[in-house]
């Protein structure tokens, strides 16, 4: 979720210019006839809307063909915005543009993540004709947040997902959206709220309706599989060099990157999730491992595999108490199979392991 500055386009003039390009005459002067009333709408929904109370405000149901306000039917109202502001060759279009071009970086800030190519009626038109035009309840948003959003309206304070023009910094400077692995094939990561304990019960509630309401469990899950299977080459590397210490803090300085530019993000918490994963593992590797104490960790003697720990680096406790290192004194020679006059072994094809060891290091 992402916080915008809310727009401060006169309601009445928006609504005017939309009306103002319709033809049928009668339409458009029973339409004008109600500028002043939509104005009024508007600043009791700002006032509403800054109290965290527009669950309060009750919806329409009365039919298409109904009148709803003044002598305008309610299917009259809602095609002010379809017809008169949507419309690319309308002259109220250029605020649905601007409108628009204010979405954070182009991204939705329901959801942070998808590109914002609509806006979305924070109250629903269908519920709310009056509001159609409301620059206040016109929202950037992705398509899968217009669509994929319930038309029903909350009831409640609870119940009531977030609004990026109302909401208090606390929703987007502190972390309430986490992961965890889930060890399946393929391997799985699975979103989830848990909202600060000092936060109100209303907040923690919210919160949880947000996440429910935009099905970002879902979405943000399928993100996560693509990122995954995206850094599946490099994790493996890792794991194969048995660099998990690197790894730890490859996806460390990841998670606070990711963390600086937005703590809720899906991809703060999948990196906060895989960090979690490898650190245990690491734990784990760490009380049943330790590093080689032929190679001292090496891996190699120049030419070929350290032949206690086999290029692993780290050998396990278990194997270590079973294996003498005294039968490591010496090495198989780093430069010859025993040549006569190979200068470093004379011809015995062994040194010392010593000084395989310090030629090791100081390769170039």
Known sequence: MRTMKAPNEDP????????????DENLRNRLSALTN???????EYQQIAT??????????????????????????????????????????????????????????????????????????????????????????????????KS???AATEEAQ??????????????????AEVISTSPVAIHYFVRAPEHWDDISKKRVQSHFSDFKLANRFSIEAANELASQE???????????????VDFLSDQAKSKSNLHVN??????????????????????????????????????????????????VSKRFKSAVNESDYKFLKCIECDGRPRCHLCSGRGLISREKALQLTRNRP
Request: charged content about 20%.
């Open 12 to 23: 009445r003039v928006v609504y005017q210019t939309c009306v103002d390009s319709i033809a």
């Open 37 to 43: 009333d939509i104005g009024v709408i508007a600043g």
């Open 51 to 148: 109290a965290k109370q527009l669950y309060t405000l009750p919806p329409n149901d009365f039919g298409n063909d109904d009148i709803v306000l003044g002598a305008v039917t309610k299917k009259e109202l809602k095609d002010v915005y379809s017809s008169h502001m949507v419309g690319k060759a309308k002259p109220a279009r250029k605020v649905y543009d601007l409108l628009l071009s204010r979405a954070p970086l182009g991204r939705c800030p329901f959801c942070g993540m998808g590109q914002a190519s609509t806006l979305d009626h924070y109250l629903p038109k269908t519920k709310y004709p009056q509001l159609s035009v409301v620059p206040l309840n016109l929202v950037p948003s992705c398509k899968d947040c217009n669509t994929g």
């Open 151 to 153: 038309v029903g309206v």
């Open 161 to 178: 997902c977030l609004h990026p023009y109302f909401e208090s910094q606390n929703f987007v400077s502190e972390q309430w959206l986490f």
């Open 233 to 247: 080459y490099i994790l493996d590397e890792f794991k194969r060099k048995n660099e998990m210490r690197a790894l």
């Open 265 to 314: 993000s899906w991809q703060t918490a999948f990196y906060q999730a895989l960090l979690k994963q490898y650190s245990e593992a690491e734990e784990i590797i760490e009380c049943l491992t330790e590093i080689c104490p032929v190679c001292e960790g090496e891996g190699v003697f120049v030419n070929y595999f350290c032949p206690y720990c086999e290029g692993n680096r780290y």
